[in-house]
């Protein structure tokens, strides 16, 4: 079974500070795991995903994770916060690739403060 | 990648009536799905729609409360039927492209307030 969990519901950061976001899951199978952020009153965009390939991610905005399975993790960081990245970030499994069938999992998801 | 629009983008509506929102994607998808988001709460999964078949319903949602219509390869339909104020929340379309790519995109929401 999957499941994904995001270890702080809320965290804040100063501007021009690093940014980490945690994630960790878990999957029966090999999974893909993704990044969506959601602006206020906007939908949700795709920051990133991982898919079995390098390891280390780099996705929009400066945003990248990297994927550990011998920890299970799946963290999203930034090396200085921008004032228009406050948002919801949402960390997301997904063992489609691997089932054929289609199973998605989203985390609680992390609201990001950045302070000026 | 897809771009997804969503009609209305939002809406305020009385207990008891019904609502259609839209979703449109702007290439050819096999599968389509229907979230919802309550307010400060992540991502719930209505539905999944593919075409040409009856949608599939997780649990705790049934298509007599959220009928949902899959015509073709790039539009779906969801209605909110007889609404209640717990029905209040953003609704989601998301599509996955064909050729077994998991990636999913999704539209803007549709925010619904029900008095």
């Known amino acids: 079974a999957q499941s994904v969990t995001q270890l702080d519901s809320h965290v804040s950061v100063s501007e021009g500070t690093p940014v980490l976001l945690r994630c960790n899951y878990s999957s029966s199978y090999s999974p893909s795991l993704f990044w969506y952020v959601q602006h206020p009153n906007k939908g949700l965009q795709l920051l990133l995903k991982y898919t079995s390939a390098a390891t280390l991610v780099k996705g929009i905005n400066g945003f990248e994770a990297e994927f550990k399975k011998s920890e299970t993790s799946f963290h999203l960081t930034k090396p200085s916060a921008h004032m228009s990245d406050a948002a919801e970030y949402f960390c997301v499994v997904s063992d489609g690739l691997y089932t054929g069938g289609f199973k998605t999992i989203f985390g609680a998801g992390t609201r990001l403060f950045v302070k000026a | 990648s897809a771009v997804i629009s969503q009609k209305p983008s939002r809406d305020i509506c009385q207990r008891g009536t019904s609502l259609t929102i839209q979703c449109q994607v702007d290439s050819q998808v096999t599968m389509m799905f229907w979230y919802r988001q309550q307010p400060g709460q992540s991502l719930t999964l209505i539905a999944t729609a593919n075409q040409g078949s009856e949608a599939t319903y997780e649990s705790g949602f049934v298509i007599d409360k959220f009928p949902i219509s899959r015509p073709n390869l790039t539009f779906s339909t969801l209605t909110v039927s007889n609404m209640s104020p717990e029905d209040s929340s953003i609704y989601l379309c998301?599509?996955?492209?064909?050729?077994?790519?998991?990636?999913?995109?999704f539209g803007p929401g549709t925010r619904l307030t029900v008095l």
């Open positions: 998301s599509s996955r492209l064909a050729g077994g790519a998991d990636t999913q995109y």
